[in-house]
């Protein structure tokens, strides 16, 4: 077993879901922080827009896997 900072105990079904919602949120935290350092007096870190977008990013990939991906198989 490969030593962690965090452990969580999912069901098999349920990780790859939650490795691509940490993988959103990462990628819209890193852009974000990019966008602030290149012109902080423009952009916000974290401001109230881009939490609603992580928010909404988050919800439309719970949406696929919890609803859509059972409905349709590819």
């Not at 990780?15 to 890193?30: D, G, Y």
Request: charged fraction near 20%.
């Amino acid at each position: 077993m490969v030593k962690t900072l965090f452990n969580i105990d999912l069901e098999e079904e349920y990780k790859p879901m939650f490795e691509e919602i940490t993988k959103m949120i990462v990628i819209l935290v890193v852009v974000n922080f990019l966008m602030y350092i290149s012109d902080p007096n423009i952009n916000k870190f974290l401001g109230e827009s881009y939490l609603k977008l992580i928010i909404f990013v988050v919800l439309g990939v719970l949406t696929y896997w919890l609803v859509i991906k059972k409905v349709i198989k590819f």
